[in-house]
């Protein structure tokens, strides 16, 4: 489905891609009635979307928004929305994700939750992630993913995964975002973290009303597409190359593997990949095996 230029518009089914300015395409997660939590379905939209947008030459920036009232809830824990794996071609190199136990959990989060967050953030070309109301567990991954994020004062964000038993999401970036002290008190009290407080952490770039939230994305998207391609581009791998070589993508491995320990562990002791006594009640239920899939999370 690829685009040559920014007049052809692709079409999806948990997203919508638009041009709302020349040089800026905008991906919106368009789930409201889930408040945009991530299915399988819109992993592999919003995968596609990125491609379109990474290989349009016309476009410099690329805004990632949500649908109101919530950015993102985060991943989708009621289902694949009818969806299996052999539905979306995998686009890393573990291989099936049907393997029972840890093997084919390890190959499933590998590919749809650290390895395609990690894709979004080495997109090269800026990315403006506009966040409003909930922002929560693989919400933070999306805003994460993306090198500028524009918060309208009511935005709040948490991690709640330690709750259920597991050391916080797959794409743990938690103590280059809001430094390692406060990635610890949020993820051992999973608290909510205000827009303000996020601001003056250094995770979120601007606050602003909600009613000015998309329209600030936009203005900010412009200012940078006045500016050479190549250029940006070189910026953002030149920034992103900086944090690496302090060994952020050592230590996410590393923290992906514990994770993995933690689902294992929780099977082992629980029979499900979450500690059900952090679960909200009547959640449980969600969590069952599913033939030739693992267990669903």
Not at 8 to 36: C, D, F, M
Not at 127 to 141: D, E, H, N, R, S
Not at 244 to 260: E, K, T
Request: a negative charge; hydrophobic letters at 40%.
């Amino acid at each position: 489905m690829a685009i040559d230029t920014m007049s052809e518009i692709p079409s999806y089914e948990t997203i919508t891609y638009a041009h709302p300015l020349p040089g800026v395409a905008q991906i919106t997660l368009n789930r409201p009635k889930a408040r945009n939590a991530q299915d399988l379905q819109m992993t592999y939209d919003l995968n596609d979307a990125f491609e379109q947008a990474a290989a349009d030459g016309e476009v410099k920036v690329i805004i990632l928004a949500g649908a109101d009232p919530h950015f993102c809830a985060g991943h989708d824990l009621s289902g694949d929305s009818g969806k299996t794996w052999a539905d979306f071609p995998q686009v890393n190199t573990w291989g099936s994700f049907d393997p029972p136990g840890a093997e084919g959990r390890f190959a499933r989060e590998s590919e749809i939750y650290l390895g395609m967050t990690e894709r979004w953030r080495n997109v090269p070309k800026p990315t403006i992630a506009a966040v409003q109301g909930k922002c929560i567990a693989g919400g933070l991954m999306l805003a994460w993913a993306c090198d500028i994020i524009i918060a309208s004062a009511d935005a709040e964000f948490r991690d709640p995964v330690v709750e259920m038993g597991v050391c916080g999401v797959e794409f743990f970036a938690h103590p280059w975002e809001v430094g390692p002290r406060k990635a610890k008190e949020l993820l051992f009290t999973a608290d909510w973290l205000g827009a303000e407080e996020a601001r003056q952490l250094g995770m979120v770039n601007q606050v602003v009303p909600r009613d000015e939230l998309l329209a600030t994305a936009l203005a900010m998207a412009e200012r940078i597409a006045q500016k050479p391609l190549f250029a940006l581009k070189l910026t953002k791998e030149a920034v992103n190359q900086t944090q690496d070589a302090m060994g952020r993508p050592n230590a996410m491995s590393q923290v992906f593997a514990l994770h993995q320990l933690c689902h294992s562990h929780n099977v082992q002791v629980h029979g499900i990949p979450v500690d059900p006594g952090g679960l909200p009640k009547g959640m449980r239920g969600r969590f069952v095996k599913k033939p030739a899939s693992g267990i669903s999370e």
